[in-house]
């Protein structure tokens, strides 16, 4: 089974990459915001849990994130993988992912971290605003704001995946042709 942590700041690429990882290698995308936003819409017993949280301001708690997840993956019982996209954003979430993987006989393969300049963050965050529309990135300040988040909360799981030997650096700049490429490169070589 093919387990991927697709990692990297906001405006890195993740979305376009796993959408080319999925077509290419069978997998199930598992992205925590849209399950969040499923259960929520769904009122499913998680989804209530975590709107609860989340309309008072906080954080929804690892537990509950992972029993999500966890729930999501046991609908996928056949699928040759998964590819986590906005999760684990903290060392305490990758731990968690990790017990969880191991209860089912599974493990994180690999974590290809997509590295991209901050300056080029910002330009491709300001040209996505432009095309979806998406509010949270058309303002500079935000925008500084998300990378500064993600350089000092998000970053450091890098080094948990290190540990491991399971974190792969991968070039993010160039053409979105390019960095699949690397991408399939990395994954293949496996």
């Known amino acids: 089974m093919l387990n991927i942590v697709l990692f ?66 046991l609908k996928h019982d056949s699928a040759k993988g998964f590819i986590f996209d906005g999760f684990p954003r903290t060392n305490a979430q990758a731990k968690a992912l990790d017990v969880f993987l191991k209860s089912m006989g599974a493990s994180i393969t690999v974590m290809l971290s997509l590295d991209v300049e901050d300056e080029e963050l910002k330009k491709r965050l300001l040209k996505r605003a432009e095309v979806s529309g998406r509010a949270d990135d058309a303002d500079p300040k935000i925008i500084d704001n998300r990378i500064a988040v993600y ?23 160039g053409s979105v042709n390019e960095i699949t490429e690397r991408l399939f490169v990395s994954i293949d070589a496996l």
């Open 8 to 73: 990297g700041p906001p405006g890195a690429g993740k979305g376009t990459q796993s959408e080319r990882l999925i077509n290419k290698y069978g997998l199930v995308h598992l992205s925590t915001g849209d399950i969040f936003r499923s259960n929520i819409k769904g009122q499913t017993d998680l989804g209530n849990l975590a709107k609860s949280y989340m309309d008072q301001g906080k954080l929804v708690p690892d537990s509950v994130t992972i029993d999500l997840l966890r729930a999501e993956v």
């Open 151 to 173: 350089h000092k909360e998000t970053a450091p799981v890098k080094s948990f995946y290190d540990l491991q030997d399971k974190l792969i650096s991968i070039k993010g700049m």
